[in-house]
């Protein structure tokens, strides 16, 4: 079955109030919360009213927003969702009911009928770029990797674990020697860093960590330095989103890498469903963003700046 385009979908763009149900995971982390306050702007914008739920890293909270946003009759619902799997049967009531769904940040692992597009970065190259980057930071030298995980069973945690699996795989002289969730939370990096350093000597032996997201690489900081370890000398620290935070971090020295995650994946998925409405264009089922790498060498500090201006 693909999604039908019927009359009744096909809605003229002015003169119509198109309303779109959010179902955003939580705020777990800085680019979390900008994602959110990006597409509450996009709306505004667009001229389309946008009826939020955040469902505090739920999945069970997803699904009955998702059955809200249905029984009311939204024009169309964007779903960042928390885990990839467990999602078939609720949007294909989304789909019975003619309500096109659009995926936001993360993947789920239903067939592609299911939604009109997922709005994503290529996830696992952003895990390859990572472990690129310290390839080459650490030129050949024998280095213990740690690594904390996002949350568990989402899409971005298991592609970025790959992507960067990958990307050192064959190079003998680096070996991830820990590898736990931190729930892409500042809080939890900090919590798990504490006990890699304990579990590790100190962190004597721990020569780099990778973190899935920037936050938990902040929390993970302020446990090397509690540690009286430098964080960016004595432990590499490359990680991905890059939110203001971690480019001031950057700056001071205390981190060396991250790849950037846009927060505005709201704006092409207005512009996916304005053409839709307009005369039924259908989108492809992927919409890639960039990513992009800053470290201590590049264009660190002005990609703060633009943040800030995104309303970070
Ligand atoms: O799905 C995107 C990830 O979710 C971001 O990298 C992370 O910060 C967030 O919690």
């Known amino acids: 079955k693909t999604l039908l385009v019927t009359a009744a979908t096909l809605l003229p763009v002015s003169g119509y109030a198109q309303t779109v149900g959010f179902s955003q995971i939580g705020s777990e982390s800085g680019w979390r919360a900008a994602e959110t306050a990006v597409t509450k702007e996009d709306a505004k914008q667009e001229g389309i009213t946008l009826k939020f739920a955040d469902a505090q890293q739920k999945q069970e909270n997803q699904i009955k927003a998702l059955r809200g946003f249905i029984a009311q009759g939204v024009d169309a619902i964007f779903l960042a969702p928390v885990v990839a799997t467990g999602w078939d049967e609720v949007l294909g009531e989304a789909k019975d009911a003619d309500i096109p769904v659009i995926l936001l940040d993360r993947k789920v692992d239903a067939p592609d009928d299911l939604y009109m597009t997922a709005v994503t970065s290529d996830t696992v190259h952003e895990g390859k770029v990572a472990g690129e980057w310290l390839k080459d930071a650490v030129d050949g030298k024998p280095c213990n990797i740690v690594e904390l995980q996002g949350t568990t069973g989402a899409s971005v945690t298991i592609d970025r674990k790959k992507g960067f699996a990958d990307a050192i795989d064959g190079a003998s002289n680096l070996k991830i020697i820990r590898s ?92 996916a469903l304005k053409a839709y409405w307009k005369d039924g264009t259908m989108p492809p089922k992927w919409i890639q963003t960039k990513s992009t790498l800053y470290t201590q060498d590049s264009d660190n500090m002005a990609a703060y700046d633009r943040k800030k201006d995104l309303g970070y």
């Open 180 to 271: 736990q969730t931190g729930d892409f939370t500042r809080a939890q990096g900090k919590i798990v860093m504490e006990s890699f350093l304990k579990a590790e000597d100190g962190g004597k032996d721990i020569c780099a960590l990778y973190a899935h997201n920037d936050d938990m690489a902040l929390g993970a900081i302020q446990a090397i330095k509690e540690a009286g370890l430098k964080p960016g000398k004595d432990i590499k620290i490359v990680s991905i989103d890059s939110v203001p935070d971690m480019h001031l971090a950057i700056a001071h020295g205390e981190s060396n890498a991250t790849v950037e995650l846009t927060p505005d994946m709201a704006g092409p998925a207005f512009k």
